[in-house]
T-cell receptor, first 114, second 114 residues
């Protein structure tokens, strides 16, 4: 089945700086890669996703890049703000594969230092 | 337009009792996924259901756990004879199509076994 590795587990950046979180996946057939943000005690919420037919997608301060050859994808947050502090999860999905459901990375705790 | 509704939000059970967790998907969604989140950890896939069918239960423990998604009513995750190790947050997600489209998460049920 799919295996998703996520790094780093904790990331501390100064407010205004950029943050980058990286994930690798094992199943080359995976073709959908969402990123979820989970604030303390709350539900995970989708912030951006990318499909395997594109290499990059941007939404205001958030961007995701995908390298299918290397099987890795990254989340980039620019001009970080205090409200960006949360746990971020990457995930991979192969809708046609044997194990349905999203496979999540273990999460990155992003801390924005004022 | 209500999102994914889970209840109860918090559930306390004594060892050996049964826990029933309910999930009402977004109206019109026929795909439901259950995930377990241990403290300080990521989301682990448990089971994927469509109406009246279990599509993939590869992440579900073989004993004591079961799930259903009847034609009418919410999806139910049932844990029999709970043990302390079952204490976790259980999240349900739903999507309009198979994964590959956005999955929306509920607020989760926090199960505590005492």
């Amino acid at each position: 089945g799919e295996n998703v590795e996520q790094h780093p587990s904790t990331l501390s950046v100064q407010e205004g700086d950029s943050a980058v979180i990286k994930c690798t996946y094992s199943d080359s057939a995976s073709n959908y890669f969402p990123w979820y943000k989970q604030e303390l005690g709350k539900r995970p919420q989708l912030i951006i996703d990318i499909r395997s037919n594109v290499g990059e997608k941007k939404d205001q301060r958030i961007a995701v890049t995908l390298n299918k050859t290397a099987k890795h994808f990254s989340l980039h947050i620019t001009e970080t703000q205090p409200e960006d502090s949360a746990v971020y999860f990457c995930a991979a999905s192969n809708p046609g594969g044997g194990a349905d459901g999203l496979t999540f990375g273990k999460g990155t705790h992003l801390i924005i230092q004022p | 337009n209500a999102g994914v509704m889970q209840n109860p939000r918090h559930l306390v059970r004594r060892r050996g009792q049964e826990a029933r967790l309910r999930c009402s998907p977004v109206k019109g969604h026929s795909h439901v996924y259950w995930y377990r989140q241990l403290p300080e950890e990521g989301l682990k896939f448990m089971v994927y259901l469509q109406k009246e069918n279990i599509i993939d239960e590869s992440g579900m423990p073989k004993e004591r756990f079961s799930a259903e998604f009847p034609k009418e009513g919410p999806s139910i995750l049932r844990i029999q004879q709970v043990v302390r190790g079952d204490s976790a947050a259980y999240f349900c997600a739903s999507s309009a199509d198979r994964v590959g489209t956005e999955a929306f998460f509920g607020q989760g049920t926090r199960l505590t076994v005492v």
